[in-house]
């Protein structure tokens, strides 16, 4: 056996793995220059937007100005076109926060308004010919917490009379005897739709929960944990849109000796509850009641 021709095909097999090591630093090198090249190219190609500027960030419905906001760059494949661009500034100037805005959170073209939302919008869409009626109620008889604005409901009066002015009365009417009068129980409002809620304060339900809703994050469960948010949501009258006529006819009973109202809920078919328009509401709710039981 020749040894000479394994001698020289060790050092051939040794030169052939060198010099695949070698070349495979020289494309570790250089794929490490193209991603170094690129990243620094990307970090360079950047577009200016706007933040905020104040370290206790923006409350809801302020204008904008250039005290609030600054100019920032961003690198461009963060960039999405519902940024707010610093080219811009003058355009959203002026413009109202639509909510709060964090410190150091980028500007984005929803999260400004051209006006403050009315309060209590739905007094605007209140019919010419409607009125609004204040009815006290107790809220443990009508539901809880389960009856919400936007909710249908009826409505019985219950009253006494004399005796001698029940003879051609309402034929559809209940009666019941007592020593000199009798009591009467008819349907005052067959379905009306409840717009608001009042609390102890004769402040609107609707409006704390919209207002708690425009809070930072951490701020709304902090709110929505206090005792002071369970009293406000607590309601103690409720806000009926009918018309004259409705209205003359409660007026007619209202004044009546041992008269009381029986409210009842009907089906949310066709309704537009504010659980359905705030619907992030009714999670955060469940999630501390839940946190809490």
Do not use: C
Not at 65 to 90: G, H, Q
Not at 97 to 114: G, M, P, Y
Not at 210 to 229: A, I, T, Y
């Amino acid at each position: 056996m020749d040894l000479s021709s394994l001698k020289n095909a060790a050092p051939n097999r040794q030169l052939f793995k060198r010099g695949a090591a070698l070349l495979f630093s020289i494309l570790i090198i250089v794929a490490s220059y193209l991603f170094i090249t690129k990243a620094s190219q990307d970090a360079n190609d950047v577009v200016e937007v706007l933040r905020v500027k104040p370290n206790e960030g923006i409350p809801a419905f302020v204008a904008v100005n250039d005290k609030l906001i600054e100019r920032y760059d961003i690198i461009k494949k963060e960039y999405t076109e519902d940024m707010v661009l610093a080219e811009d500034m003058e355009e959203v100037e002026g413009k109202l926060t639509a909510n709060f805005l964090r410190k150091n959170s980028v500007l984005f073209k929803d999260q400004l308004i051209d006006e403050k939302p009315q309060k209590n919008e739905w007094l605007y869409q209140v019919e010419e010919k409607n009125e609004v009626l204040t009815l006290p109620y107790n809220f443990l008889e009508v539901g809880g917490d389960i009856l919400m604005p936007g909710d249908r409901v009826r409505i019985r009066v219950t009253y006494e009379v004399d005796q001698a002015v029940t003879n051609g009365g309402n034929p559809n009417a209940v009666y019941s005897q007592s020593p000199n009068k009798v009591k009467k129980t008819e349907i005052l409002f067959d379905s009306i739709i409840v717009k608001d809620m009042l609390n102890a304060n004769s402040h609107s339900i609707y409006e704390v929960y919209k207002e708690v809703q425009k809070l930072e994050e951490n701020k709304k469960q902090e709110v929505m944990k206090s005792k002071d948010f369970l009293k406000n949501i607590q309601p103690r009258a409720l806000l009926l849109e009918g018309t004259t006529e409705q209205i003359n006819n409660f007026a007619r009973f209202k004044g009546l000796d041992g008269n009381s109202f029986l409210i009842t809920i009907l089906s949310r078919k066709d309704s537009n509850v504010i659980v359905d328009q705030l619907p992030t509401l009714e999670k955060e709710v469940e999630s501390w009641i839940g946190s809490d039981e």
